[in-house]
């Protein structure tokens, strides 16, 4: 019996012994650094800590249930701030959402002021916040929504040049940027957080949107903008359609006119070749001048005897002269067979 109740002593004794040896070690890894408190007191200095020359990760030591071991991140982490409406210089209402990137720097400090991760991401979102707004406040939009100072905005020429006014389509100068914000917050950022033992590694603003009432009138100063654009290239393009039509028609004129010129120079010269033609054929003989005479007479009567005209002309009309001798002669009522011609009626002179 006390042989098994000094077997169960001494089983018990080494349980406790493994119990405070188990308690008086710790392992720190490679991402991770502690720090040693005692009664909420830090104890010596922060195990592997950033920008040391050495890792210190691996085993370590401790006094068991007295010591209590503090681990943070070594790693960068992220801050992501909630999406909050500000105003602009001009009064403009937009939405702005940042994120952040950051580490504990000094653990030491961080641990004394901030104690955990909880703690610090409610200080950042105090610190980035305030000085998000307080930045976006001094500037105008246009200093938010454009990248940097040299980058100019994409426009086409012709909408340059449909503006006269230089204000439609063209976006106004800027004098630093939305990276220069983003610095400026940054900056000011950093110097705050040091405090805390927090080193601020970048700051971006990851959205920007505007308040829907200020967005309505964006789009309608943009439609509106557009419009005159638009009404100004109609009222280009009908003036150049009207230019080219009256182009088109003093064109057509000038043609029409050099045509009817080359008409009657033709028609004149062959009149007059026609003339020439006759007058030769004229003065050739008696014969030859009567037999002219005559076919163009016949000619006449052809152009003047159509249909059902009726012609009144003199006795001593040489076109007369020919329908008189067109008349039966004496003693042959018939006479040779003629031509049949309209009913002249003889006007009395």
Known sequence: MKAKIAGCLVALVLLVVLGVLSGAFYTVKETEQVIITQFGETVGEPINPPGAEESEAGLHFK??????VNKFEKLILEWDGNAEEM???EKTYI???TYGRWRIADPLTYFQKLRDERRAQSRLDDILGSETRNTIAKHQ???VIRTTKEREPLQAEELLEADMSGVVGKLPAIRFGRSAL???IFDKSAEKLAQFGIELLDVRFKRINYNQSVQTQIFERMISERQQIAERFRSEGEGEAAKILGNMQKDLK???????KEVQTIQGEADAKATEIYAAAYNQSPEAAAFYE???TMEVYGEVLGGDSTVILSTDSDLFKYLKRAEPEAGNPAGPAKRPVAPVQPAAR
């Open 63 to 68: 006094v068991p249930f007295l010591w209590k």
């Open 87 to 89: 105003p602009t210089k």
């Open 95 to 97: 939405e702005v959402d």
């Open 141 to 143: 939009l246009i200093e």
């Open 182 to 184: 983003e610095q400026e």
């Open 254 to 260: 000038e043609i029409q006119s050099a045509a009817y």
């Open 294 to 296: 005559f076919v163009r």
